[in-house]
Structures are given as C-alpha cells and as structure tokens.
T-cell receptor, first 112, second 119 residues
C-alpha cells in the first residue's frame, strides 16, 4: 500500500477529553500535514509541520514530528462534539515527484 | 466552502458506461490533484497537474482513466468502461505553486468530491 499507518483506527472519547492520534510514514519528508474530513465531505487542512520542526500549535491542536522515528502525532485538547470527524496525515516523499500520500485515517467520535 | 468546486456531486452509472467529472480549482492555484477515496480509507493519489501539464500519474490510474486540464484552469477526469471497482469518492484539490526543490507540499484545498456508484 502507498499509504502510511495511522493509529488508532478509531477513537471514542467524552467531550472535554483530549484526543491523540498517531501517524507513521515510510520515506524521508520535507513536511507533514494533518487534514480533517467530516463524513461524506472533502478534506480540510488543519496544520503543517516542516521536517526541521518538532512541535507546532494551532488553537486546540498540537502536532509533534519525530523524523528519526518517521512518526507524527496530533493532539486535540478539550475536545468538542463538533470535532467528530476523520483525521488524516499527509506526506510528500522527499525523493521528489508530486505525489501526496495520505494515511488511512483515525475516526474520532466525541460524545456530548 | 474551500473555493474548489466539483461537478457532479453524485453519479450513478451502469457498468461499461463512460463518466466524466469536472473540477474547478481556486482561480490563482496552478497546481491541481485528483484523488480516489474508498470507504474507510484515506485519499489515494491519482494524478497531478501543474498548469496544463500532467506531471505525474499513479500506477493506480489504468488506461481507462484519463485526466485533462486544457487551459490550466478547470480539469476533467474521465473513466471509460466503468467497473464496479471504480465506485468511490473522487476528490480534487488545488494549491498554489511551491518550490520543486523543497518537494512543494503546501496546503491543498479540497473540493467536496464526486461520489461515483457503478451498478
């Protein structure tokens, strides 16, 4: 498969709790992005982290990147029911070309 | 609404028929992508355009698939002789130009997708 791995595949939490999703990838990268997708809709960009960055914040989102382990994590703090969606990481191989590789996603369900 | 539109939003067709989808990217975006997404999976890259040039195609893209971007603006994706395995969501995304040396991964803006069902 061309896709990376995401963990867990599904996550169910209570409103107010934190949600952590992990992504592993296979090749060296320049940067990594996280996207969100509501059921049956297109994807929406959340955050981009470059390969020389280790952590990045945006509102309630915190992303970490460990290039030595080829992994990233997305933390959503103080989750809300509206955060219910699928979350995907996306990378572009450093070897060039234009392909973008998405993981299989984590399905997050936040219970009110 | 990201500013990327796709038409139609839904398409039901019979096996063996041809279908064509259209994507209108954000006007100042010269890069355009097509993806296919099946239920429970992430988007799979199909092809990439820079202006009107198709610069990369996935091995997933069989000979029955063809994509064009004739004037560097809108793009079409055609599937000939559809098969039931073609049933999926077809997503289009666009972005601004980025440095090729840097790999050029910048924010992609996705359309709402065209959901195809082949009976």
């Amino acid at each position: 498969s061309q896709q990376g791995e995401e963990d867990p595949q599904a996550l169910s939490i209570q409103e107010g709790e934190n949600a952590t999703m992990n992504c592993s990838y296979k090749t060296s990268i320049n940067n990594l992005q996280w996207y969100r997708q509501n059921s049956g809709r297109g994807l929406v960009h959340l955050i981009l982290i470059r390969s020389n960055e280790r952590e990045k914040h945006s509102g309630r989102l915190r992303v970490t990147l460990d290039t030595s382990k080829k992994s990233s994590s997305l933390l959503i703090t103080a989750s809300r029911a509206a955060d219910t969606a699928s979350y995907f990481c996306a990378t572009a191989p450093y070897t060039g070309g234009f392909k973008t590789i998405f993981g299989a996603g984590t399905r997050l369900f936040v219970k009110a | 609404d990201t500013g990327v539109s796709q038409d139609p939003r839904h398409k039901i067709t019979k096996r063996g028929q041809n279908v064509t989808f259209r994507c209108d990217p954000i006007s100042e975006h010269n890069r355009l992508y097509w993806y296919r997404q099946t239920l429970g999976q992430g988007p799979e890259f199909l092809t990439y355009f820079q202006n009107e040039a198709q610069l990369e195609k996935s091995r997933l893209l069989s000979d029955r698939f063809s994509a064009e971007r004739p004037k560097g603006s809108f793009s079409t994706l055609e599937i000939q002789r559809t098969e039931q395995g073609d049933s999926a969501m077809y997503l289009c995304a666009s972005r601004r130009g980025g440095s090729l040396l840097a790999g050029g991964l910048e924010t992609q803006y996705f359309g709402p997708g065209t959901r195809l069902l082949v009976l």
